[in-house]
């Protein structure tokens, strides 16, 4: 398998394990009638297509160099709204929470963020561990705080409940899984040989996994 299609295959299989964590928290929500978890569905559903727009040309035209930047494009559009529905979310949880100004500038910050992904235009290229890489290494960086500040305060909150409720294996599943999704995921980025490429990969994968664990067999780590 070459350094591409392992790519390739690596974000077809986050697009999966997205799509099951968003179709886990859209079922939960229509038995419970939570609507927070019904928009954190689908910030899921968004970064699951997200990935499709990254892992696809990769396997369809991995060296058509302009198409792959404009695909990644298109994923980061989708990623806003990965963002935008899980902060819209919060609101459902803690009334108190500033959800129109905080969208508001989220949205003047992703809009910079678009703007500086096409300028100064440069091609995609693969890069010396023989992987794909956008040449959006700005973008990379403000993002990767974004979905931190979204990510983290989530796995937090799931750890607390669960174990309120003594649901620890479940509490951890998620705890754990949001960690190691945010630590790992952002070093697949920045690697230089591609044997760490797939090492921070595959902790990045289980660690998403660990999140879909929980979400499926999950009842009542959610809510108090």
């Known amino acids: 398998m070459t350094p591409l299609v392992y790519q390739g295959v690596f974000h077809i299989y986050l697009n999966i394990v997205m799509f099951l964590i968003g179709y886990g928290l859209l079922k939960r929500s229509k038995e419970s009638g939570d ?5 954190i569905a689908f910030g899921f559903f968004a970064a699951g297509i ?9 396997f369809f035209f991995p060296y ?17 709204f990965t963002v935008f529905f899980m902060w819209y979310a919060t609101k459902f ?3 108190k929470f500033p959800v129109k100004p905080m969208l508001v500038g989220l949205t003047i910050i992703w809009s910079w963020m ?6 100064p235009f440069q091609l995609a290229f693969i890069n010396e561990a023989g992987i794909m890489d956008w040449a959006h290494s700005q973008v990379i960086m403000v993002g990767g705080l974004l979905f931190m500040g979204t990510y983290l305060p989530y796995g937090v909150v799931f750890i607390i409940r669960g174990i309120q409720k003594k649901l620890y294996f479940k509490a951890f599943t998620f705890g754990l899984g949001f960690a190691g999704y945010l630590l790992f995921l952002p070093l697949t980025y920045q690697v230089e040989t591609f044997p760490t490429y797939i090492f921070m990969t595959l902790l990045a994968g ?7 664990v929980g979400v499926l067999f999950s009842h009542a780590v959610y809510r108090q």
């Open 64 to 80: 058509e160099f302009y198409l792959v930047k404009m695909s990644g494009f298109v994923a980061w559009i989708l990623s806003y």
């Open 206 to 212: 289980m660690s998403m996994t660990l999140v879909a």
């Open 114 to 119: 678009l703007y500086r992904y096409l300028v």
């Open 50 to 58: 997200e990935y499709l727009f990254i892992g696809l040309p990769l």
């Open 35 to 39: 609507r927070m978890l019904k928009y």
């Open 93 to 95: 949880v803690y009334q």
